[in-house]
């Protein structure tokens, strides 16, 4: 499996001072990983402590095969948001939860030369703007595997309604991460993503 071919880029500066979406490389985003976990929390509405819990799970992810990842920043370099993931693969807590989850016929089809989107989060001051689409889209656009999966809280939200509108289709719903009450739906898009012009 190839890595995300990305080069380092400074942020654009933009007239309006609106957020501009950069590729991180993996000790891009290992070096801002505290911010990028506070936004993780604020984000998912979970306590503070959540963000440093996580911290060292996400700074870990960094140095996953296929590790790719897009931040949102504002002209000052100020992080808003974020997106990253790696390619999936035994072994792992989600693969391996996810493996037995899907039924056999889904399993082959799906979970081999995928891509795990691991976080999609934007600051609530801004979200609703098109930010975490272009976030999503232009990660996608980057890799070079066959397929996306993810698994969301199993609800009307803003999230689900822009994997739908990204052609995400249900892989398995209602299911229970352990340690985690909410049902989650595991979704997947066949690459490219239909609006990935
Ligand atoms: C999910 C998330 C990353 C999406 O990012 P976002 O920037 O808020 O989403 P976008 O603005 O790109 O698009 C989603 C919504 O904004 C609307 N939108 C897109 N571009 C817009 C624009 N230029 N002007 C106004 N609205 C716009 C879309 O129609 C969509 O609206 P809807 O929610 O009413 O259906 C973000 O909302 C978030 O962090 N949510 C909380 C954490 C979370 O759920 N993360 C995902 C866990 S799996």
């Known amino acids: 499996m190839r890595h995300d071919r990305q080069v380092r880029s400074t942020p654009q500066q933009t007239r309006d001072g609106s957020p501009r979406v950069q590729a991180w490389l ?48 504002l002209p000052d370099g100020t992080l808003v948001g974020f997106g990253y993931g790696y390619t999936t693969s035994p072994g792992q807590w989600w693969h391996d939860l996810v493996r037995r989850a899907l039924d056999p016929q889904l399993r082959e089809r799906w979970l081999t030369d995928a891509f795990e989107l691991s976080e999609l989060h934007m600051l609530p001051e801004y979200q609703g703007i098109g930010i975490g689409r272009d976030l999503l889209v232009r990660l996608a656009a980057s890799l070079p595997h066959h397929a996306v999966l993810l698994s969301t809280p199993d609800a009307d939200t803003r999230a689900f309604r822009l994997y739908r509108d990204l052609g995400f289709v249900d892989l398995r719903r209602r299911y229970l991460f352990p340690g985690d009450a909410r049902p989650f739906a595991v979704l997947g898009a066949v690459l490219p993503l239909r609006d990935a012009g």
């Not at 959540?50 to 799970?57: G, K, L, M, P």
């Open 26 to 73: 993996p000790d891009e985003f290992a070096a801002h990983v505290d911010e990028a976990m506070d936004i993780y929390a604020r984000a998912m509405q979970y306590p503070p402590h959540a963000a440093r819990q996580r911290a060292a799970t996400a700074r870990s992810h960094a140095r996953n095969e296929g590790f790719a990842c897009r931040a949102a920043l």
